[in-house]
């Protein structure tokens, strides 16, 4: 690990003004993901500013919503009763990550901030252009059984790891932040981007922009979510593939749908198409193939990971049928 | 630079003060020391125990407020003023504490070096209330892997202690 400065502070606006006045300084919040890329120098600040005295740990259930605060940990929030009840795939997502160790230091900010589990990204003797741009790919033609089946680029092929996002996406949560340009909300589905030709960019957020809570809008789309995770083992893994799911059915046709799919692209991915289909339909085992298919739809696998769209589209039609029932 | 903002550290050493099973202790450390490093180079207690050092496999795990933490990824200046407690604080003096005596009664371990992080882990798990059935232990002891083998055993001594309610 490369030497560095440490600050804390209690105060929002200090934090946003020191980080955005150092182009090498970074907010630390649980550490989990930041400390660990650190002691691979594959990230290297001058400077941490410790933001975990803010006053944004709780999780307040509002008449129309409810705010998780950005430095409420993981595992308070897959517990925490107005969670389950108003977007339970966000708690069964959270449940299905990482371990109850990670869970109690990691943040929900920190969450959506956490970097691509790559190995290529963290090995600093291979090319990576998310970690030094115009280096190349190794996983292109490397071992990509990890790797994205949609929205890569020829630079990047990486997936994005959290579980939470994509459940947040068929919840339709806004994340707020404070900048030095102010206060905004921005849709989860708007808050990643994809890799392209700049991969080093991975949200919309600006140098010293500070996430400070999610809100998630209490519906009853949101309130029949669920999550479904596929992994090589039990527990305390990654995803191959998910889906974050939520459909409301009235007088026997799908009213509305929400998709959210994890593990096969370098964002969570919104399957905005699957919902359009599936919304004046009645829920069947046919109509969630069809679902799953155009899901799939310019989806490319790269050798290793080939096995990722078929499983991706079995799992769609499961969670669908999951939540219809 | 606002007002509000604590007084830079580092990277040089600087004091951090740390409580450690119910005592001080004054060390002299960069910022860019962990929690792990601090406990094992710097405090003198080398019970925690550092596998991967990347938080996958959960050798380190302390109590930090009660709450069990990876130790390898945080930094040890991130908790001045924490109450953490380490392998070492959990026996009154040479009485062990019930998880302590479950594993060695229930042969938890084989070569040991996952145990200590295997019991302040199952300590927590007892104190977060969580459901006693063999796949709940599992699911929740999933942070502390066992390059031995020794599931089995661990999964009975933690419910073995469970059910003495401590």
Avoid at chain 1, 2 to 19: E, G, L, M, Q
Avoid at chain 1, 170 to 192: L, M, N, Q, W, Y
Avoid at chain 2, 138 to 159: L, P, Q, T
Wanted: proline share 5%.
């Amino acid at each position: 690990m490369r030497p560095f400065a440490y600050t804390r502070t209690a105060s929002s606006s200090a934090a946003v003004a020191t980080v955005t006045a150092d182009r090498d300084a970074k907010f630390l919040a649980g550490g989990t993901n930041l400390i660990d890329l650190m002691k691979d120098t594959v990230e290297a600040p001058a400077l941490l500013v410790d933001i975990n005295a803010l006053p944004f740990g709780d999780i307040v259930e509002h008449r129309t919503f409810v705010r998780i605060g950005a430095l409420a940990r993981m595992s308070d929030t897959a517990d925490h009763p107005a969670v389950v009840r108003i977007a339970p795939a966000v708690a069964e997502a959270l449940l299905a990550s990482a371990s109850p160790q990670l869970r109690n230091a990691a943040t929900i900010g920190g969450n959506l901030m956490q970097r691509t589990r790559c190995a290529y990204f963290r090995d600093v003797a291979t090319a990576c252009n998310k970690r030094e741009p115009g280096r190349g790919c190794a996983a292109i033609d490397g071992i990509n059984r990890q790797h994205a089946v949609l929205g890569g680029s020829r630079d990047c092929i990486c997936v994005h790891p959290s579980d939470m996002a994509v459940a947040l996406l068929a919840v339709d949560a806004i994340v707020r932040t404070r900048g030095p340009r102010g206060e905004r909300s921005i849709p989860i589905a708007a808050f990643h981007t994809l890799p392209g030709d700049t991969p080093q960019i991975e949200t919309v957020l600006e140098h010293g922009e500070l996430i400070v809570a999610v809100d998630i809008p209490i519906s009853r789309l949101a309130s029949t979510s669920t999550y479904v995770k596929v992994r090589d083992r039990a527990s305390y893994e990654f995803a191959l593939v998910s889906v974050g799911a939520a459909l409301s059915v009235r007088d026997g046709k799908i009213a509305d749908a929400r998709l959210g799919l994890g593990g096969i692209a370098p964002k969570p991915w919104r399957a905005l198409a699957s919902e359009r289909a599936l919304i004046g339909v009645a829920p069947s085992a046919a109509a969630f193939e069809r679902a799953a298919e155009i899901a799939v739809g310019g989806a490319r696998g790269y050798g290793h990971n080939d096995f990722k769209i078929p499983l991706v589209k079995r799992l769609i039609v499961k969670s669908l049928a999951s939540v219809a029932a | 630079m606002p007002v509000d903002v604590g007084p830079r550290a580092g990277p040089h050493p600087v004091p951090v003060t740390l409580t450690i099973n119910g005592m001080r202790h004054d060390l002299t450390i960069e910022p860019r020391v962990t929690l792990l490093d601090a406990l094992r180079e710097y405090a003198n207690l080398p019970g925690t125990k550092k596998g991967c050092d990347q938080g996958t496999c959960g050798a380190c795990t302390v109590l930090v407020n009660g709450r069990r933490i990876d130790s390898c990824l945080t930094l040890a200046i991130m908790h001045t003023g924490a109450r953490i407690t380490t392998i070492e604080g959990l026996a009154d003096g040479d009485r062990l504490h019930p998880m302590q005596a479950a594993f060695l009664e229930h042969d938890g371990f084989q070569c040991g070096y996952c145990t200590p992080g295997q019991i302040l882990s199952a300590v927590a798990l007892l104190a977060e209330k969580r459901p006693l059935d063999d796949a709940s232990i599992r699911e929740f002891m999933s942070g502390n892997i066992c390059r031995c083998g020794a599931y089995k055993n661990i999964v009975d001594a933690v419910a073995a202690a469970g059910k003495q309610n401590v």
